[in-house]
């Protein structure tokens, strides 16, 4: 049988609760009746069978696929907020026991601005799950209907989507595991197999949801995390007590056709969260020792790739066929090694690895010759330093375009010249403030 899409019924007299999920049921009628026909054409049974079972399965991996994206998102944002915790501890920290109206709000932008820095969104963590809600539903209501549109009787109806009486008829005759897609536990037509098939799906559901929760994502969150107030981390583990609950509470009412694919559904996320604390282990979680070693080597392969092109771009900038001046090529030398390490330590974060000094960086003024990275002390005064110079290394080059006297009463040569002296007066005087310390601490010792 071919598909063929005709016009959609508007919802008629269902439900009010229908009326709503309407648009949701008639999305999801087309794509199990598409599926089906798919599987038809590859020789499963048009008609009552495996096939409708089939449909199902392939409902719940199409929905799992257009969840991936929303998946990443929500692991980028759990890696940012796990960056930013430090932050958001010390804020918490800052404002502990402290309930007056100005101390929240204080506490409230504080936290936004490090949620802003790191990128980090509580909300995304919980888009894979609002985006699965109306599905849920509207399959359920869906199987709900498909009895009295196979008999007839669904007031207004003949159909929902691609689901005709006689699709209906079939998929309410199709069964697992020698029960139809459309019995419950305790409804019409429900008798002892019944209740034992419904009740393995569901002891399934319950058992997967702890595994999933306690042995993959629980595993693959540091400590720091782990023993944190980050609400985030108090949501999983309450999903770990709520989602076996509510499997509990709610298996026995819905369909064996939803069942079916909420066990679909679980074993995609055990699957798909296994391959997550393999690929991308948190750092400082149990997975990330787990793969460390492996890792390790992951790393320095990448490392040795990136360290090639890093040597080609130095040596490109040293050739300076941009023609800048001595200062210049030293920013750009500068640059290029900060971006080294900025992808070093970002590939670092996704294998899970701890951090590391990832290379030198040649600074200004006193702090020549350190080893100078992001989050190491004194990096912020050199990031300013760094930025200061390569904004007056532009004005320089602005100003050497002309050679002519500018609103100081100097010409760019003149102007340079004295911004040279500045500069080397301010290094002897941050060399001499520096001996002077190192004088006075070893005498002090």
């Known amino acids: 049988m071919l598909l063929t899409i005709v016009p959609a019924a508007g919802p008629g007299n269902l439900a009010l609760y229908d009326k709503i999920l309407y648009p949701f049921m008639w999305v999801i009628g087309w794509i199990m009746r598409g599926i089906h026909e798919l599987l038809a054409l590859a020789g499963v049974s048009s008609g009552a069978g495996v096939g409708w079972v089939l449909s199902i399965v392939g409902l719940t991996v199409?929905?799992?696929?257009?969840?991936?994206?929303?998946?990443?998102?929500?692991?980028?944002?759990?890696?940012?907020?796990?960056?930013?915790?430090?932050?958001?501890?010390?804020?918490?920290?800052?404002?502990?026991?402290?309930?007056?109206?100005?101390?929240?709000?204080?506490?409230?932008?504080?936290?936004?601005?490090?949620?802003?820095?790191?990128?980090?969104?509580?909300?995304?963590?919980?888009?894979?799950?609002?985006?699965?809600?109306?599905?849920?539903?509207?399959?359920?209501?869906?199987?709900?209907?498909?009895?009295?549109i196979a008999d007839g009787v669904l007031p207004g109806h003949d159909s929902i989507g691609g689901m005709g009486q006689v699709q209906a008829q079939d998929l309410w005759h199709s069964t697992f595991f020698g029960q139809s897609l459309g019995l419950t536990m305790f409804g019409p037509g429900s008798i002892m197999s019944t209740k034992i098939v419904v009740g393995l799906m569901v002891a399934y559901l319950v058992l997967s949801m702890l595994f999933q929760t306690a042995f993959l994502t629980m595993k693959n969150m540091s400590q720091e995390q782990l023993n944190s107030d980050n609400p985030m981390v108090k949501s999983t583990k309450s999903m770990m007590y709520l989602m076996p609950l509510m499997y509990l509470f709610t298996g026995p009412v819905v369909q064996v056709g939803l069942l079916v694919y909420w066990v679909t559904s679980n074993t995609?996320?055990?699957?798909?969260?296994?391959?997550?604390?393999?690929?991308?282990?948190?750092?400082?979680?149990?997975?990330?020792?787990?793969?460390?070693?492996?890792?390790?080597?992951?790393?320095?392969?990448?490392?040795?790739?990136?360290?090639?092109?890093?040597?080609?771009?130095?040596?490109r900038i040293e050739l300076n066929e941009e023609g800048l001046n001595h200062k210049g090529v030293q920013?750009?030398?500068?640059?290029?090694?900060?971006?080294?390490?900025?992808?070093?330590?970002?590939?670092?974060?996704?294998?899970?690895?701890?951090?590391?000094?990832?290379?030198?960086?040649d600074a200004v003024g006193n702090t020549a010759g350190q080893r100078m990275q992001p989050g190491q002390k004194g990096w912020e005064q050199y990031k300013a330093q760094f930025e200061a110079d390569m904004a007056e290394e532009r004005a320089e080059t602005e100003a050497a375009r002309e050679d002519v006297v500018g609103k100081d009463g100097l010409t760019a040569a003149q102007r340079a010249q004295k911004q040279a002296e500045r500069r080397a007066a301010e290094r002897q005087a941050k060399k001499k403030k520096q001996k002077q310390k190192n004088n006075k601490r070893n005498t002090s010792h």
């Open 331 to 361: 920013v750009a030398i500068r640059q290029a090694r900060l971006n080294h390490i900025h992808l070093l330590e970002k590939h670092r974060m996704e294998l899970g690895l701890p951090e590391i000094n990832l290379g030198t960086v």
């Open 62 to 148: 199409f929905v799992r696929l257009l969840l991936v994206p929303l998946f990443v998102k929500q692991i980028k944002a759990t890696r940012a907020m796990s960056l930013a915790q430090p932050e958001m501890s010390a804020i918490q920290k800052k404002y502990k026991g402290k309930r007056d109206q100005q101390s929240m709000i204080r506490m409230q932008e504080e936290t936004r601005a490090v949620q802003r820095k790191y990128g980090a969104s509580m909300s995304a963590s919980c888009l894979p799950i609002l985006f699965q809600m109306p599905v849920f539903f509207a399959l359920y209501r869906l199987l709900y209907n498909m009895k009295p």
């Open 268 to 315: 995609w996320m055990i699957l798909q969260q296994f391959f997550i604390m393999r690929a991308f282990p948190t750092r400082g979680s149990a997975a990330a020792k787990w793969r460390e070693a492996a890792h390790e080597k992951k790393f320095e392969a990448f490392r040795e790739k990136e360290e090639a092109k890093l040597a080609a771009e130095l040596e």
